[in-house]
């Protein structure tokens, strides 16, 4: 039995034992009875059934120690506007939204999590995160204490302004923790979000010399089972702004990673139209050598960004940038399309979601779908209703099972499952 399934076994008895005494208590107040004749079977009732009626904790459903990818959002309290314009009290906060990208690149350099796909929007953002706990063991011990010292560096190291770590530094941290623990916080998603939310929260209350909450509660969390409960994700996510009536394209969709790769994508193909023309760079002018850089940084700009087709040789990814002991676990390609089919899935979803926008796009549509193995009308379907349908869990029958399996639990409250063909096949009776 492993450590998260003897948590929840815990967790589970102490949930049967307090129904245990309130039960007793409730019959010696009402009835005029022995106890024992009510306790004995409403308690085994209690004990089978309870792990159904309890709440899955938020440390058993999202396991540090498990490669998983979630849908996280989190919402300012009161979901008042404060990363965004605020028309009741006519001000303006629209320059956080570029703290939390700035934080986002900070975090990765320390934490073995991947960020497919965000989006800030004026009282809220959304982040799909993917832990790996298969980088986080393959750090040395000195890779773990450079990388928690990152973002929670000793006394000294603050008042010297150190970037790397003494000895002593990484000394003086594993006396209050142990390698394991650390190295666990390291993949982490909790772990991940506190860093975030706290982050942007003090700097949000500094800066209005205010306390307390500015988050309202700490995240919600949805697991994604497969590629293409990611790629509806991502897709909903990238659109929001246009959802909300605040951007009109991808072009001006502003603080999402759709307009981060799209931008990188379009300055990748002025890079490839130029070097069709001008292959010797030797010949090249100040000017040109200059909008070569500017188009070269303007990619490395979207690194921080997993990728969705591999990445060039000279783009350096800070999630791996220190894996001296494991270079060959880079991060992978999660999706099989490219960045450019991706736009185009993107901006084609985003028209026909909109059905005042004109143009007949579903024959376009079928080419990219069928290539990703998506079914059109399945796939409008799910976009429409992803606010409404989802809680959870989203993804096929199969990959909900083992996730429901992991967690010890029998179902999970609001998840919506989808059949692929072959599952549906096997699941219709046989009337031979």
Not at 163 to 180: A, C
């Amino acid at each position: 039995m492993t450590k998260n399934e003897n948590l929840i076994e815990i967790r589970k008895f102490k949930h049967c034992f307090a129904n245990f005494i309130l039960t007793t208590i409730c019959i010696k107040i009402v009835f005029d009875l022995p106890a024992w004749v009510y306790i004995l079977p409403i308690s085994l009732y209690i004990f089978i059934f309870a792990g159904d009626f309890m709440t899955t904790a938020r440390g058993d459903f999202m396991q540090a120690d498990i490669r998983s990818t979630f849908h996280i959002c989190s919402r300012c309290v009161r979901q008042c506007y404060l990363l965004g314009f605020d028309e009741e009290t006519g001000k303006d906060y629209s320059a956080r939204k570029e703290w939390i990208p700035e934080r986002l690149k900070e975090l990765q350099k320390a934490f073995m999590i991947e960020i497919y796909a965000y989006a800030i929007m004026s009282n809220h953002y959304h982040l799909i995160l993917n832990n790996r706990p298969d980088l986080a063991n393959a750090l040395t011990i000195e890779e773990v204490a450079e990388r928690w010292l990152l973002i929670h560096p000793t006394s000294f190291m603050r008042s010297a302004k150190l970037s790397k770590p003494r000895p002593e530094d990484i000394e003086e941290l594993f006396i209050k923790y142990t390698v394991e623990e650390i190295r666990l916080r390291l993949s982490d998603i909790s772990w991940f979000m506190r860093e975030l939310n706290q982050y942007i929260a003090i700097k949000c209350n500094k800066a209005d010399q205010l306390k307390g909450a500015f988050f309202d509660g700490r995240f919600t969390s949805q697991f994604l089972a497969d590629d293409e409960a990611i790629a509806s994700c991502m897709v909903y996510i990238d659109l929001n702004p246009i959802r909300a009536k605040a951007a009109s394209s991808i072009e001006d969709s502003y603080y999402t990673s759709g307009y981060d790769r799209m931008k990188a994508q379009t300055a990748k193909m002025n890079l490839e139209a130029f070097q069709a023309t001008q292959k010797d760079e030797d010949s090249l002018t100040y000017h040109q050598l200059k909008e070569v850089d500017t188009q070269k940084a303007i990619i490395q700009e979207t690194a921080w960004l997993a990728p969705l087709a591999p990445n060039a040789p000279d783009l350096k990814n800070d999630l791996t940038s220190g894996l001296a002991s494991a270079p060959d676990l880079a991060p992978q390609p999660f999706l099989s399309f490219t960045t450019e089919k991706y736009l185009e899935l993107l901006d084609l979803t985003g028209r026909e979601y909109h059905k005042n926008k004109p143009g007949a796009i579903a024959d376009k549509f079928a080419p990219i779908l069928t290539a990703m193995g998506f079914q059109h009308k399945h796939w409008m379907l799910r976009i429409r209703n992803y606010g409404s349908w989802y809680y959870r869990a989203i993804g096929p029958l199969a990959k909900l099972a083992d996730k429901l399996k992991s967690t010890n639990q029998r179902w999970f409250q609001g998840i919506k499952l989808w059949l692929n063909p072959k599952e549906k096949q096997e699941l219709k009776p046989n009337t031979t």
